[in-house]
Structure formats: structure tokens, C-alpha cells
């Protein structure tokens, strides 16, 4: 099979999925892997000479792919398409291996062509055609799929991205005998929710409510970094981490009872933070963007629809969670547990895709 994947670099939610699916498929002979961003030229993103190699690198990349296809018997192709104005660029791979008679799996990760019907997306869908497998996300995304581009429902296999998520461990739980400590973690902006997030905090401090707030990830704009450097401060209580990664994204996320993830971003899917933190047994509250509640009300906790007093709800919720004793060891272990059963379930779908894929591919001998 060939899989046409954005590798490595610049680092996002879906080229981290991408390298988790290449580990899959590591496993298994007959694997052509085209890279299909400049990930050499990742230094220049997001700037117009990214753009310029992204389009020279493109047009390589579809010679290249062209000839694989000629002398190979390649039959399978992934593709984890774009979200927007990109799958300008699927349209031409697409056209390109239809030539060929390929078979499709198509990995959804954005709703940007899913929260309104898109020209470009029917465009492409129609070369697809209807014996294409579309992977989505969640529950949401089939249900836009199917009502925005009446692609059939047999057709769709809904992965989530937990299936690329370690097992959790019971270890990670430590007695608690702190303070309550909140938490938030991301490419730090508006769209993502910081300024609810500190609403949040100036609403549970004058609530009286004994708290610390950790916030992680680096600024998108000069305007967030002022935003938080004001409720800095105004607020003893909030400290900013900087940007985390590897060990320390884990620590973060283990020192954390509740989890915030107020996201307003458009485009929103399934944001891989909230696994991070539902890994280590945190409570999740955030908004309903995407497949975000149907993640976050897996795991047992709070999503709540954008509007005015969004701030408000979430620190009701919170008041709530310590009352009913959920930010104790015992509620924490049972999250932890929710979190490895339904990874089972993931991964066994997971498990399922691949060998289809591969069963499509018949390499001639």
C-alpha cells in the first residue's frame, strides 16, 4: 500500500497521529511511504517561502507518486486529508492514483469541510467514489459525513485518536492532600479559550475556593501573552509553565484534579490534550467543539455549549466535582479505568483497519 502522509515536521495533532499510524504499518511488508509536506524546510513554517517549498515539494511528490504507481502493483492508498483550502492538493494525489484503480482510506481529522457543506469536499468525495472507507473521528463526524456528503454509513469506520494513546497506569495516582490544582494546556489563544480559562480562575477566587492554576503550551499572538501576563498579575494563584513536552507534558498533566479545555476554535475535531489528561486519571471540563463531548463525557466529565456564561458553568461544575468527592484518589482510579477499558475497545478497531487495508493490498508475487 501507499501511504501519503504529512511526516513529522512542523509538529501537529494530526502528523503526531500520522507517526503512530506508520508504527502500525510498520509492522506489515508492501508499505510505500511518500512524505507530502517539506518537512526538511520545517524552520521557514509558517511563512510564504513554506508555502513556496510546500508547493515545489508537492509537485515532486507527484511524480514521484506517479511512478511508484507505474512500477509497482500497488492497489491501497491512505491519505489523512487536509482540512481546507490543502485538499486542493488531495484532489490532484486522488486524480493521480484513480488513474490506477486505487482502493482509499481516507482519515478525517478537521471539521472545517464538517461544520458547513464545501464545494472542494464534494469535489473530491466525488472522485473518491462510493467504495472509498472514511475513518472519523467520533460519533459527530459520521453523523456530518453521512448528512453533509451522503456517503453510506457501511463506508465509515469511526477510530478514535485514543487508540494511539499508551495504557494508563494506576501508579500515576498519589495520595492528594492539596489544594484543588486546575489546569490548561495548548497553542495558548483565544480560539482555544485562555480567556475563559482565566474567567474561570477570577470566578473560583471569588468564590473562596482554595485552588492553583497551571497553564502550559506557547503563545499564538503577542495579545494572549499580555492577556496572561495581566491575570498573572491579578492572580497569586495562576503560574505559567511555558511550553511542556515529553516528561514534563506528563508531570503537567499528573499534577492536575480537573483539566479545562474551553476550546472556541472552528475547526475543532478531538483535541489530543483531553486524552493526555484523561491518562492520568484528571477530571475533564471543557466545551462541546468537534467530538470534544463525546470524549469528555466518556471519561466522566463536563462539556457545556459555548455562550455568554460559560465561565460561570464551569466553575459550578467544579464546586459540584468537590462535593460529590470527584477529585478524590478513588474517583481518579475509576477515570484511569475508564480510560484503559476504552482504549481496549480503540484499539481493537484500530487493529481491524490495518489488516483491512493490508487485505486490500495483493502485491503481485
Not at 495562576?238 to 514534563?248: A, D, P, R, T
Not at 483539566?259 to 483535541?271: C, G, M, R
Request: charged share 20%.
Amino acid at each position: 500500500m501507499i501511504a501519503l502522509l504529512d511526516r513529522a515536521k512542523p509538529i501537529h495533532g494530526m502528523s503526531n497521529i500520522n507517526e503512530s499510524i506508520l508504527k502500525e504499518l510498520g509492522r506489515f511488508k508492501h508499505v510505500y511511504v511518500l512524505n507530502t509536506v517539506p518537512s526538511y524546510a520545517a524552520s521557514l513554517f509558517p511563512g510564504k517561502l513554506w508555502v513556496l517549498m510546500k508547493i515545489f515539494h508537492t509537485i515532486v511528490a507527484y511524480f514521484r507518486l506517479l511512478i511508484t504507481l507505474i512500477f509497482s502493483k500497488h492497489k491501497t492508498i491512505y491519505r489523512p486529508i487536509n482540512g481546507g483550502s490543502g485538499q486542493i492538493f488531495d484532489v490532484v494525489f486522488f486524480a493521480i492514483c484513480k488513474a490506477f484503480n486505487s482502493h482509499f482510506y481516507i482519515h478525517h481529522h478537521s471539521f472545517n469541510y464538517l461544520n458547513n457543506k464545501s464545494r472542494l469536499f464534494t469535489i473530491l468525495n466525488s472522485l473518491l467514489g462510493d467504495k472509498t472507507v472514511h475513518v472519523a473521528l467520533g460519533a459527530k463526524m459520521k453523523e456530518k459525513l453521512i448528512e453533509l456528503y451522503a456517503i453510506p454509513e457501511n463506508n465509515i469506520v469511526v477510530l478514535s485518536n485514543l487508540a494511539f494513546f499508551p495504557k494508563s497506569v494506576e501508579s500515576s495516582v498519589t495520595k492528594s492532600n492539596r489544594k484543588l490544582v486546575i489546569g490548561h494546556l495548548a497553542n495558548l489563544s483565544i480560539d482555544k479559550g485562555l480567556d475563559i480559562f482565566i474567567d474561570v480562575c477570577k470566578a473560583l477566587k471569588e468564590a473562596g475556593v482554595d485552588f492553583h492554576a497551571r497553564v502550559a503550551g506557547p503563545f499564538s499572538t503577542e495579545a494572549e501573552k499580555i492577556l496572561l501576563d495581566r491575570a498573572l498579575n491579578d492572580l497569586k494563584e495562576i503560574e505559567y509553565v511555558g511550553s511542556v513536552y515529553g516528561h514534563e507534558k506528563q508531570k503537567f498533566f499528573q499534577s492536575l484534579d480537573c483539566f479545562v479545555f474551553p476550546s472556541k476554535y472552528q475547526n475543532e475535531a478531538e483535541p489530543l490534550v483531553l486524552y493526555e489528561a484523561a491518562q492520568f486519571g484528571g477530571l475533564l471540563i471543557g466545551s462541546q467543539r468537534g467530538c470534544m463531548k463525546d470524549v469528555i463525557d466518556c471519561f466522566g466529565g463536563f462539556s457545556f455549549e459555548e455562550n455568554k456564561n460559560l465561565a460561570e458553568e464551569i466553575v459550578l461544575s467544579i464546586l459540584n466535582a468537590q462535593e460529590c468527592n470527584l477529585f478524590a484518589n478513588e474517583a481518579r482510579l475509576a477515570r484511569i479505568n475508564l480510560f484503559n477499558k476504552q482504549k481496549e475497545v480503540t484499539d481493537g478497531t484500530l487493529s481491524q483497519l490495518i489488516n483491512g487495508m493490508m487485505q486490500d493490498e495483493i502485491p503481485e508475487a
